[in-house]
């Protein structure tokens, strides 16, 4: 069955890191934008990342910029995104997501256009 996988969340101590996984099970990320959106508890789900397939042109949310990074590796068919100096805030359940088609130009960080979607990881940032 064709499915998107993350892998990568847990506890993080307060200004850690740490580097979340996104791989395709029987599903090639090669024809998708891929998109990381995560959601605390009682907070809608936001955007934080993607890249697209062609360019490899990246987006981030402004409340992220300089302390994460999105990437792509092919031959893993696996994109990760690295996020830095995380604090309480950065607590949440993070998902990847796939969208297909052309290869947008800037891709989107609204949840309304990914079609497909793993089971995501939970994110706890704690002493």
């Known amino acids: 069955q064709a499915q998107l996988v993350e892998s990568g969340g847990g506890l993080v101590q307060p200004g850690g890191s740490l580097i979340l996984s996104c791989s395709g099970s029987?599903?090639?990320?090669?024809?998708?934008?891929i998109a990381w959106f995560r959601q605390a508890p009682g907070k809608i789900r936001e955007g934080v990342s993607c890249?697209?397939?062609?360019?490899?042109?990246t987006n981030y949310a402004e409340s992220m910029k300089g302390r994460i990074t999105i990437s792509r590796d092919k031959a893993k068919n696996t994109v990760f995104v690295q996020i830095n100096r995380l604090g309480a805030e950065d607590t949440a359940f993070y998902c990847g997501a796939a969208l297909g088609g052309d290869s947008p130009e800037t891709c989107p960080l609204s949840d309304g256009r990914y079609h497909w979607w793993g089971e995501g990881t939970q994110v706890t940032v704690s002493s």
């Open positions: 890249i697209t397939y062609r360019t490899y042109t």
């Open positions: 029987e599903f090639n990320l090669d024809y998708f934008t």
